[in-house]
Structure formats: structure tokens, C-alpha cells
């Protein structure tokens, strides 16, 4: 078998986590659903639904309960998750995505580091920022330029510029990752700091225009001689590297369940719509040619999901789920992509026009395939596991 790939789970909820799915079911319906096209033409930041969110304990699964943490699995957290996105996955990420600083601060943290800032994410709605992505290295996390420079009384100077950074606008922390020794390879060249918002020498670019998930904010980040202690390191020096694959291991599931549900209501809205529209004297839901696309938006959507859920559950068990990761954040990218252009064209004309839920869908789903680690990336991550998995047999 390959390694990753184990059996015997079970992924049944328990009544209390059933309890709260219903509750993330019925808070996407009343607060996410009416106003997901109203921050989709405004751009505007959802703080209000954050707000509401974050008082129902419908973020920051990564905390555990020792530090105030609603004490949901990973696994279970992933069935939240997928109601979230169901409503809008711009919201879903501002929502969930502080879970890759969180994970590496839950993994790598001192216990003062996560006292501190677990204590920030318990006490109010609060959104932490992962700053890896810069103009010259998206995929190639090796390439970032971002320098630390240590002096002779032990303290550090950060420069350079990250772009792309999710919640940049509205971070009360920085994870941020730098290069600290210019001659080493990645593996030990680079280092984790937390870097809190009101460091001076921090600059917040403007909010990105971008085609889908337009509530999200996402802006560069400057750090011009930006001065921290060494109690800002985050796993020592020279962890960076590995710290931050560790993180999108841990985040990689989490955008494939998000993805899940955006392909789950498209779906649901193609099979609402060929239901009741009329060809030829009868619902397009009876032509064969209208099954077929749903038929295949069900297949993808329950093994994506499956596969999600398998990697969040190999990585409670201590596993490494790197392979079953990227082929769960492959798949279902690549799923949430068909499902909204296959449903785009069962509303015909209609899936065209701003006036209907599903091209919203379409713009929404594209950067499934691009952020987290594109999907050729993660075919690359795929291709490499299995080959080294194979020689290991």
C-alpha cells in the first residue's frame, strides 16, 4: 500500500459535531448566502460575518483546548468547512485560512508564543497573516528574496516584499519567512518569524482587484528594516523551510474541502435550475446530455471530499500526508473548476448573467488551482511521492 493511503476511518460525526455542522449549515444560509453577491460586487471585507462567526466558535479549529480551542478534530472541523464554502469561499477563506500560521504556530511554537497569540484568536476576531509568496517565488518557496539579518546584540532586521498575502489588510500577526543565511541550501536557509501588525517598518499594499473571491483581502506586504527579538523566531533558525511544507500539508485539505463545497453548490443550483426549466415540453433534468455533466459533478465531488477527509485524518494520526494532501487539493480544484463551468452552461444564458449564483461560482473556483500550491505543482508533489514510495517497497 502506499504510504499515506491507509485504511480502516471512519468519518462519521459524533452528535456534537453533527450539532455544529448544522449550526455552520444554517449560519451560511441566513448570514453567508444573502450577502455573498453583495461582497462579491463591493469587494468590501466581511468583517460582520466574521464577527457573527467568531462568536458562534466557527473559527480557529487549530486551537486546541488546552488554549481555549472548541476541541473539534481536524477531521470534523473539514465538514464545517465545507458548509462555510457552500455560501461563498471568499468568505470561507477569510474565515479559515489563518489556519496555516496557526498550524505552524501549534506545531513549532514556544509554549509563551502560543499562550500569546492562540490567546488573540480566543479573546476576539482576529486573522493572522501568512507571508511566504513573493513576485519571484510563488511555487518555489527556495527563490524568496525577504532577508533577516542578525546584529551582534542578538536581534533581527527583516526586508523585503511579500505579494499575494491573504488578510494582509486586517492581520494582527505576521508569519513571515525570511532568509537568514544567504549561502546554505532552502532546507536551512530560512527562517519563521511572528511579526506583529504594528512592528514599525511594516507596509500594507493595496487591496487586490482580483476575478473571484473578491471579499478576501489580499495585498503585498513590505518590511523595510523592520526590527524583531529573537523571541520572534518561530521553530528555531533555519526551520523555515520545513515549517512552512508542514503548514501547507496541514492547509492543502482544507482548501480541497472549501473547493468541495463550492462544486457541491454548483451542483445543487445546476439541479434546482434543469429541474424546472422547460425544453421541449419537458425539465432539461430528463436529458441524458444535462445527467451526464451532474453525474459527473456527484463523482467529483465525493472522492474529492473523501480524499480531503483522508488526509486531514491521516495527519490526526501523526502520518505524513503530504501525497494524499496534494491529490485532494488537485482534485478537488480541479472538480470545483468542471462543476462551475459545467453548471455555467446548464443555466445557458442565464449562467452568464450577474443575476444568477453560478458565474459567481466560476470566478470563485479558479484559484483553487493556483494558491496553496498550483495543480501542476501538486502533480510534481504526486509524481515524486509515489516514485519515492515505490523505491521504499
Known amino acids: 500500500m502506499i504510504k499515506g493511503l491507509t485504511s480502516t476511518f471512519n468519518f462519521d460525526p459524533s452528535p456534537e459535531t453533527q450539532a455544529t455542522i448544522e449550526m455552520a449549515r444554517?449560519?451560511?444560509?441566513?448570514?453567508?448566502?444573502?450577502?455573498?453577491?453583495?461582497?462579491?460586487?463591493?469587494?468590501?471585507?466581511?468583517?460582520?460575518?466574521?464577527?457573527?462567526?467568531?462568536?458562534?466558535?466557527?473559527?480557529?479549529?487549530f486551537i486546541p483546548p488546552q488554549y481555549g480551542g472548541s476541541g473539534l478534530s481536524y477531521v470534523d472541523s473539514l465538514l464545517v468547512h465545507e458548509e462555510l464554502s457552500y455560501g461563498c469561499t471568499g468568505v470561507s477563506a477569510t474565515l479559515g485560512l489563518s489556519s496555516l500560521s496557526g498550524s505552524a504556530l501549534l506545531s513549532y511554537g514556544s509554549e509563551d508564543q502560543r499562550k500569546k497569540y492562540f490567546q488573540k484568536f480566543i479573546e476576539k476576531p482576529t486573522v493572522a497573516a501568512f507571508c511566504i509568496t513573493e513576485s519571484n517565488?510563488?511555487?518555489?518557496?527556495?527563490?524568496?528574496?525577504?532577508?533577516?539579518?542578525?546584529?551582534?546584540?542578538?536581534?533581527?532586521?527583516?526586508?523585503?516584499?511579500?505579494?499575494?498575502?491573504?488578510?494582509?489588510?486586517?492581520?494582527?500577526?505576521?508569519?513571515?519567512?525570511?532568509?537568514?543565511?544567504?549561502?546554505?541550501?532552502?532546507?536551512?536557509?530560512?527562517t519563521a518569524f511572528i511579526v506583529d501588525k504594528d512592528t514599525p517598518?511594516?507596509?500594507?499594499?493595496?487591496?487586490?482587484?482580483?476575478?473571484?473571491?473578491?471579499?478576501?483581502?489580499t495585498r503585498s506586504v513590505s518590511f523595510e528594516d523592520v526590527r524583531v527579538s529573537d523571541s520572534a523566531v518561530l521553530g528555531g533558525v533555519g526551520n523555515g523551510f520545513k515549517i512552512t511544507m508542514g503548514s501547507f500539508d496541514y492547509q492543502r485539505p482544507i482548501l480541497a474541502i472549501n473547493a468541495v463545497g463550492l462544486a457541491r453548490r454548483a451542483m445543487e443550483e445546476s439541479i434546482k435550475y434543469a429541474s424546472q426549466r422547460i425544453v421541449f415540453q419537458q425539465p432539461i433534468a430528463k436529458q441524458q446530455a444535462i445527467q451526464f455533466k451532474l453525474?459527473?459533478?456527484?463523482?467529483?465531488?465525493?472522492?474529492?471530499?473523501?480524499?480531503?477527509?483522508?488526509?486531514?485524518?491521516?495527519?490526526?494520526?501523526?502520518?505524513?500526508?503530504?501525497?494524499?494532501?496534494?491529490?485532494?487539493?488537485?482534485?478537488?480544484?480541479?472538480?470545483?473548476?468542471?462543476?462551475?463551468?459545467?453548471?455555467?452552461?446548464?443555466?445557458?444564458?442565464?449562467?452568464?448573467?450577474?443575476?444568477?449564483?453560478?458565474?459567481?461560482?466560476?470566478?470563485?473556483?479558479?484559484?483553487?488551482?493556483?494558491?496553496?500550491?498550483?495543480?501542476?505543482?501538486?502533480?510534481?508533489?504526486?509524481?515524486?511521492?509515489?516514485?519515492?514510495?515505490?523505491?521504499?517497497?
Not at 37 to 43: A, V, Y
Not at 205 to 217: F, I, M, P, T
Not at 358 to 375: M, N, P, S
Open 295 to 393: 453525474a459527473e459533478m456527484a463523482i467529483g465531488i465525493e472522492t474529492a471530499r473523501l480524499a480531503a477527509l483522508k488526509a486531514a485524518w491521516c495527519h490526526m494520526k501523526g502520518e505524513q500526508n503530504t501525497l494524499i494532501a496534494a491529490i485532494a487539493k488537485c482534485l478537488a480544484a480541479d472538480t470545483a473548476n468542471k462543476a462551475a463551468t459545467e453548471a455555467v452552461q446548464i443555466f445557458g444564458g442565464c449562467g452568464y448573467s450577474k443575476d444568477y449564483p453560478v458565474e459567481k461560482l466560476l470566478r470563485d473556483a479558479k484559484i483553487f488551482q493556483i494558491y496553496g500550491g498550483t495543480c501542476e505543482i501538486q502533480r510534481i508533489i504526486i509524481a515524486r511521492e509515489v516514485i519515492k514510495n515505490s523505491r521504499d517497497r
Open 26 to 61: 444554517n449560519f451560511t444560509r441566513d448570514h453567508i448566502i444573502p450577502k455573498a453577491s453583495p461582497l462579491d460586487q463591493s469587494g468590501e471585507y466581511p468583517l460582520e460575518i466574521m464577527k457573527k462567526a467568531h462568536s458562534l466558535g466557527l473559527m480557529n479549529f
Open 137 to 190: 517565488a510563488g511555487s518555489d518557496v527556495g527563490a524568496i528574496r525577504t532577508r533577516a539579518d542578525r546584529n551582534s546584540a542578538g536581534a533581527w532586521t527583516i526586508n523585503g516584499e511579500k505579494a499575494w498575502i491573504t488578510n494582509a489588510g486586517y492581520a494582527d500577526w505576521f508569519f513571515v519567512l525570511a532568509r537568514t543565511d544567504p549561502n546554505a541550501k532552502p532546507s536551512g536557509a530560512l
Open 201 to 217: 517598518g511594516i507596509k500594507v499594499g493595496r487591496k487586490e482587484d482580483n476575478l473571484g473571491q473578491r471579499c478576501a483581502d
